[in-house]
């Protein structure tokens, strides 16, 4: 079983930037991949980053120079950092893992871009 905590969203006005943070915990931690999805009211989840181990970085394209994801692995934790947010961007983000083959998600933690 993988926990995971995540943290950083809250309300900023556009054009403003928000670091989401999130943190795997557990037995036989062995993370073959992290990544963020978003949820807004009304929409699907979609797949906002996604860092897999030894495969390349990718990204929803309406986030594309504007976010990063980054991640600490001796920490098993992955970061995003959103710049020049937008109002689009509102959601919530749920933070994913996936350690030996099993997905596990965050609870989730909202960011609002208004002004």
């Known amino acids: 079983q993988v926990q995971l905590l995540e943290s950083g969203g809250g309300l900023v006005q556009p054009g403003g930037s928000l670091r989401l943070s999130c943190g795997a915990s557990?037995?036989?931690?062995?993370?073959?991949?992290m990544g963020w999805y978003r949820q807004a009211p009304g929409k699907q989840r979609e797949l906002v980053a996604s860092?897999?181990?030894?495969?390349?970085?990718t990204y929803v394209e309406s986030v594309k120079g504007r976010f990063t994801i980054s991640r600490n692995r001796e920490m098993n934790a992955v970061f995003l950092q959103m710049n020049d947010l937008k109002p689009e961007d509102t959601a919530v983000y749920f933070c994913?893992?996936?350690?030996?083959?099993?997905?596990?998600w965050g609870q989730g933690t909202q960011v609002t871009v208004s002004a």
């Open positions: 994913y893992v996936n350690n030996l083959g099993y997905d596990y």
């Open positions: 860092m897999p181990l030894g495969g390349s970085i």
């Open positions: 557990g037995r036989r931690l062995s993370i073959r991949s």
